[in-house]
């Protein structure tokens, strides 16, 4: 438990801090977990709520939500950081709730940004949430999915919170405004455009709506009167630099680099530059993104465009020899590229087609005309026997048996119709013909 300094007091606390909501009355934003007749407010006004996971972005009200249930339920509560806590810490948090138990006493344990406990420390949870003798409630901006193990969140409720709309970031502005805990002892000058603005630049983040709104404030101009006028060169100041979200190793990594593969998929050059841009901006590595458009080459463009590989090659070794922001122009090249190009995945097919066939088949013996008889006992064996040499054709072309017995006839490789693969459609097609003309010729 932290001890509050003789000159605590003296600092004030941040806007967000002051005007924290204290009941589901003052909650802004989840209707759709929280409006009448929902599930979990109906669960907070009876004091029945079970271990839960809240998933959302920041600043939409997780930790809010866990405090405005500590002040409605009749339970022991106990605010837990998975940030400085170790599995020593846990596990006497996780005594101290099992002796309320057997006094007949309920223990709400809070755990923000539950996604930073490693496994060890999430197991060190089950047990106790299997006894009833902890209910969990875990807030990660992460997806549970991927960070909470299976066990634990088997037994827990995941509700998800979203980004605040722009209303209600603007509702809170104003409240922000008019609040005694907030600006309401000061004589604002603001426009309602830059109100607005504040909350677009928030971005559906109650935090940094409001500490946009006090950066604002603080640095407005002090008028003869007392009067604090914002003016729109500080909102600009204010509001110049934005991190982006985007999390390398979360949810949101996977969400963006599919995001690029599926527009440039969609031949849709502008998406695919703005997806890579909000990965390069945040941070992401550009050797990551180059591996990933060398696989979309032959995945979805294959020999439509064969050059298509050539390109994406190109771009990863001039992302390897310059690195970034130099490189980003060579990423740019290759996405449009990638995006305008013919596209086909009938070599990607083909792969996995035949993959699943040799999985099936891992024991099939390969025909002896086509194995290599490179000693005698091998050739006695028949080994390379009956082989034709193509080159030896006019025609460049034999009608010699290459697969299995088992899966003979077995087309793998179908080719669209699209750049260059429309031609190889067309000579496929002739090659096909003129070995069923002469399979008799084996």
Not at 18 to 34: I, K, M
Request: aromatic share 8%.
């Amino acid at each position: 438990m932290e001890e509050n300094s003789l000159f605590a007091r003296t600092v004030p606390q941040p806007l967000a801090a002051r005007l924290r909501p204290q009941s589901l009355s003052e909650y802004v934003g989840q209707t759709h977990l929280l409006g009448p007749g929902k599930v979990l407010r109906r669960m907070i006004e009876s004091d029945t709520i079970s271990s839960m996971i809240f998933w959302g972005p920041p600043g939409v009200g997780k930790t809010t939500l866990a405090r405005i249930i500590a002040n409605h339920t009749k339970s022991s509560f106990i605010d837990f950081s998975a940030v400085n806590s170790s599995i020593k810490d846990i596990r006497n948090v996780m005594n101290e709730a099992e002796r309320n138990r057997q006094y007949g006493l309920r223990t709400i344990v809070f755990v923000d940004e539950i996604h930073r406990f490693n496994k060890s420390q999430q197991d060190a949870f089950l047990p106790f949430v299997e006894k009833g003798s902890i209910i969990l409630i875990g807030a990660t901006t992460e997806n549970p999915s991927f960070e909470i193990n299976s066990a634990l969140l088997s037994r827990c409720k995941v509700f998800v919170l979203k980004g605040l709309t722009e209303e209600d970031l603007m509702g809170l502005l104003r409240h922000a405004l008019t609040d005694e805990r907030g600006f309401g002892h000061e004589k604002i000058s603001i426009t309602g455009d830059m109100i607005r603005a504040i909350a677009i630049f928030a971005n559906g983040d109650a935090r940094t709506a409001l500490s946009t709104l006090e950066m604002v404030v603080l640095n407005g101009d002090v008028k003869k009167d007392g009067t604090i006028e914002v003016t729109e060169e500080t909102l600009e100041q204010c509001t110049s630099k934005k991190s982006l979200l985007y999390d390398k190793n979360g949810e949101e990594h996977y969400n963006i680099i599919s995001a690029l593969h599926k527009s440039m998929r969609n031949s849709d050059p502008d998406a695919a530059v703005y997806w890579l841009a909000r990965m390069l901006e945040g941070g992401e590595d550009p050797l990551y993104v180059a591996r990933r458009v060398v696989r979309f080459a032959s995945e979805d463009i294959g020999l439509a465009d064969p050059q298509a590989l050539e390109v994406a090659v190109s771009a990863y070794q001039a992302c390897h020899f310059i690195g970034m922001p130099e490189c980003s122009a060579n990423l740019s090249e290759a996405v449009i590229y990638m995006s305008l190009a013919p596209k086909s995945n009938a070599a990607y097919v083909a792969y996995e087609s035949a993959k699943r066939d040799a999985a099936k088949h891992l024991a099939e013996p390969v025909p002896l005309n086509i194995r290599n008889g490179v000693t005698k006992l091998m050739k006695d064996l028949g080994y390379g026997k009956r082989y034709q040499y193509a080159h030896d054709t006019e025609e460049k072309l034999t009608s010699m048996q290459c697969l299995p017995d088992s899966l003979l006839g077995r087309e793998y490789y179908q080719p669209a119709g699209m750049g260059l693969e429309g031609t190889l459609k067309e000579r496929l097609a002739r090659i096909k013909k003129w070995k069923k003309e002469h399979e008799n010729e084996k």
